[in-house]
């Protein structure tokens, strides 16, 4: 378990592209924004970018509909670019994971070209085709489809092909083995280049059942745990790794919708030979109506089905495998807006007490671009602000179905991955230094209020350099990394305890999820003292032993003695 990999001390810091920093002045991010932003990336101590897609794409799904695996989009530079990038980093030792999206691919795709022009092309095996002929193909739902089918109508060939995203992202059909090869050879492509490793879009859902059985009635409706439930699922996982991952020194972490904890240490057991870790979403859920992916619960979650979510999957981990630790990404809104509370009076401090959450925890630490200075999610009142082609077009469902639209907004405003995507606050100037131009999508207008990376780096006690000084805490520590996690009161609705130990090191993390002040007693630990590390906030000393007051949102990090 604690055999020590740079994969598992690694921070993660994610950038959406399109969003970090426009060069160009056409409004969208681009390659030589990230290489403007290198050193500022090395000074906050994170040692890994997970960089989104930036291969040549129509862009109909902001470039997870992937054209040209062996290019890099336009709009972002050249591959002459990207090499120059990778070399930047290379000499700041940072490491680089790029996206692999080989569930599907763009319609525009030479092979998907290839594939619809004829039954007997070469290319029709590449990807998923139910003749007409045969009727209606059994149902599968689909993300992104306005009709919510998954199967598109082709004309040329009177067949329909699948897709369970955009309909201009057909499934690759993984059952054939040139396609298979043709995948490990795009992978060494860029592990060739000095790429350290990929994280794995929907990865779970890859192998499909080629003779499209119905809905089998065990799943009750539930598209996304059949998807990822394939029958070949684990056999192309591991011919993946004998193929190619195990002959370097890289990270996978596979993105896997569907995945429970009673399959976990199928992917992620390392004598299987699979992967390194993967994303899953039981918290990502925990605030969304149950089998709906893109609706907000009427109720306000609760922290200790916060804390269960964690503690469970940490134990999942405890012996064999390895987790990852996550409150946002490009595909999930602003964690500080989600888990914590934007508002004037309590951003500060919930924004570095959920820093402190994801880098005390065991697993692998992943941060949104933004993260660091607490970026918010912006809120859209109109429809016309979102660019997102998930909400554009359950909109256009809702409509269709003469829904309500305004309650439909409003959702979106906590729910939206546009909230995700805003562009990075750099400064106080004109679209928070981001572009000259108007950016492709709205700045958030409190980069104005202190949101920005200009002038939190002036202030000591920004949440900017308080996330610094985490970072070099875990890094200081390798208990915080390594160590072994043990929950304390679990019932407690207004603080999440918890202890890390490994060999003679111990901690105890405090965290406030109150937006008053709480106290908590831990009468189920020994120690006799607990030298304070780090904090958000002031702290409140008490006069007994072993009881603890927090400020609202304060995190407190203790060394036990």
């Not at 399109?18 to 090395?42: A, C, E, H, P, W």
């Not at 994303?279 to 306000?300: G, I, Q, Y």
């Not at 922290?303 to 405890?318: G, M, N, Q, T």
Request: aromatic share 14%; hydrophobic share 35%; net charge negative.
């Amino acid at each position: 378990m604690n055999d020590r990999k740079w994969w598992k001390e690694g921070i993660v810091y994610q950038i959406y592209p399109r969003s970090f920093q426009d060069t160009t002045g056409n409004g969208v991010g681009d390659l030589q924004g990230i290489i403007r932003r290198l050193d500022y990336i090395k000074s906050l101590g994170v040692d890994i970018i997970w960089l989104n897609p930036v291969y040549t794409s129509p862009n109909d799904d902001n470039g997870y509909d992937i054209a040209d695996y062996r290019a890099i989009m336009p709009e972002f530079g050249t591959m002459a670019d990207f090499d120059h990038l990778l070399a930047g980093m290379k000499a700041r030792g940072l490491k680089l994971v790029m996206d692999l999206v080989v569930n599907h691919s763009s319609d525009e795709h030479q092979w998907f070209e290839e594939s619809r022009k004829s039954r007997t092309n070469p290319y029709r095996n590449y990807y998923h085709w139910w003749p007409a002929e045969k009727g209606t193909p059994p149902k599968r739902w689909s993300y992104f489809d306005v009709e919510g089918s998954a199967w598109k109508y082709d004309e040329t060939t009177n067949a329909y092909y699948l897709h369970y995203f955009s309909e201009k992202q057909p499934d690759l059909n993984w059952e054939n083995p040139r396609v298979r090869k043709e995948i490990h050879d795009i992978m060494r492509f860029w592990f060739d280049k000095g790429v350290d490793g990929f994280r794995m879009d929907v990865i779970s859902f890859i192998s499909k059942d080629p003779d499209y059985p119905e809905l089998p009635e065990k799943y009750k409706g539930d598209f996304v745990s059949y998807y990822s439930n394939g029958p070949r699922l684990h056999q192309y996982l591991h011919e993946m790794h004998t193929e190619v991952l195990g002959r370097y020194d890289v990270m996978t972490v596979g993105e896997a919708p569907g995945i429970g904890l009673d399959r976990a240490l199928d992917f992620v057991d390392g004598d299987r030979q699979e992967l390194n870790m993967f994303f899953h979403f039981d918290l990502m859920a925990l605030d969304r109506e149950e089998n709906e992916v893109f609706l907000m619960r009427k109720e306000p979650w609760k922290l200790r089905e916060f804390k269960a979510i964690h503690s469970k999957w940490d134990a999942a981990f405890a012996e064999k495998g390895w987790g990852s630790i996550y409150l946002n990404n490009h595909d999930f809104p602003r964690s500080v807006s989600r888990w914590g509370n934007d508002s004037t009076s309590t951003w500060h401090n919930a924004a570095t007490m959920l820093q402190t959450f994801v880098l005390t925890m065991r697993g692998t630490p992943y941060f949104l671009y933004g993260e660091e200075i607490g970026m918010t999610n912006i809120k859209f009142d109109d429809i016309t602000d979102y660019k997102d082609i998930n909400t554009l077009n359950r909109y256009e469902i809702v409509k269709k179905e003469g829904g309500d639209l305004t309650a439909f907004i409003e959702n979106e405003k906590s729910a939206s991955r546009d909230n995700a995507r805003t562009p990075m606050q750099w400064d106080e100037s004109e679209n928070a230094g981001f572009s000259s131009t108007t950016p492709w999508l709205k700045v958030n207008n409190n980069y104005t209020r202190g949101i920005n990376v200009a002038v939190q780096e002036r202030d000591t006690q920004s949440v900017l350099n308080y996330f610094r000084r985490l970072v070099q805490l875990r890094k200081d520590h390798p208990a915080l990394v390594y160590g072994a996690y043990q929950l304390l009161q679990e019932a407690h609705e207004e603080i999440y305890a918890y202890s890390r130990t490994w060999e003679e090191d111990r901690f105890l993390i405090l965290l406030g999820f109150s937006s008053s002040k709480s106290e908590i007693t831990l009468d189920e630990i020994n120690f006799e003292r607990a030298e304070l590390l780090l904090s958000n906030d002031e702290i409140v000393e008490k006069a007994w032993k072993k009881t603890f007051e927090l400020r609202p949102y304060q995190a407190c990090v203790y060394r036990l003695y």
